[in-house]
């Protein structure tokens, strides 16, 4: 018990060192979130153009649903979206400056962790009123759950999607230990998420084979499935089921960063570095 608290005090230590670094950075979150909002309303733009040869829906959404679906992409995205953490650390490896860290009595991967997470509270919080702005703009727009235990779903669906997301860039940086330079791994792997998690347009718009099999893949559970859960789009057996794959993605996300670190570091030691 006393290991475990000591390793909490430790952890808990590496939180607030991250809040503290990141908070260096509030005026650059703050105005990278307004520059964000451009998008959106482009998008709303786009969207109303749409809609208006058809008095309809498109893929079970009506335009105010469509409007919604990207205020929630924007909530999502701005909660747990990573901020350069792969570059971060594949500079950390191509720079030596892991030698340091492996010298620390803590996991590096927890460490990034705590990073991450308090990066996420600082960026949260500073572009909290922007955010809210928005949503105040087009609050005819709103259309919050019927159900209250749809928060809770959604928070676990949260969580779970910024799981993936941070392991996946940290997958990536661990290429650095093979890899001089990955920001062609990056932006290849990064145009295929914006495509396909559901950032660009809401997944239920591919139909068929090709629908199901992406519901396998872990793009559309980065951002597309918490949306679509707190939007009660997906419910039952399908909501069960989604979540159930987006557990499995979780532990294949964190068994391939261990894989990976585990392999680098081995490589990494070779070198002598």
């Known amino acids: 018990m006393k290991k475990l608290a000591q390793s909490l005090d430790k952890y808990r230590a590496i939180f607030s060192i991250g809040l503290q670094n990141t908070f ?12 964000a909002l451009i998008p959106l309303f482009g998008t709303v733009f786009v969207w109303r153009a749409i809609y208006s040869g058809t008095t309809g829906t498109i893929a079970g959404f009506d335009l105010e649903q469509m409007i919604f679906y990207f205020l929630i992409v924007l909530l999502v995205d701005n909660l747990i979206t990573p901020t350069e953490d792969e570059w971060q650390i594949a500079a950390e490896i191509r720079e030596g400056q892991l030698s340091s860290f492996l010298l620390k009595p803590f996991d590096f991967l927890a460490y990034r962790s705590c990073i991450f997470i308090g990066s996420r509270l600082i960026y949260t919080v500073v572009t909290l009123l922007p955010v809210v702005a ?21 928070t676990v669906s949260l969580v779970m999607a910024g799981a993936i997301q941070f392991l996946i860039a940290y ?51 980065e951002l597309y499935f918490p949306v679509a859960v707190l939007m009660e789009k997906i419910q039952g057996p399908q909501l069960w ?15 391939l960063a261990r894989g990976l670190w585990s392999a680098g570091i081995r490589r990494y030691e070779a070198v002598g570095i």
């Not at 928005?134 to 959604?154: K, N």
């Not at 997958?171 to 396909?196: D, K, N």
């Open 134 to 154: 928005v949503f105040w703009w087009y609050r005819q727009y709103l259309h919050w759950p019927e159900h209250a235990s749809t928060w809770g779903i959604f």
């Open 241 to 255: 089921s989604g979540l159930t794959i987006q557990a499995v993605w979780v532990l294949l996300c964190f068994l």
């Open 171 to 221: 997958s990536l940086a661990m290429l650095a230990f093979w890899i001089l330079e990955i920001s062609t791994v990056i932006f290849i792997l990064y145009s295929f998420e914006y495509f396909l998690s559901g950032k660009l347009f809401p997944l239920d718009t591919i139909p068929g084979v090709a629908g199901t099999v992406l519901r396998l893949l872990p793009f559309p559970y």
């Open 24 to 35: 260096v950075y509030r005026w650059n979150f703050l105005l990278r979130s307004l520059f």
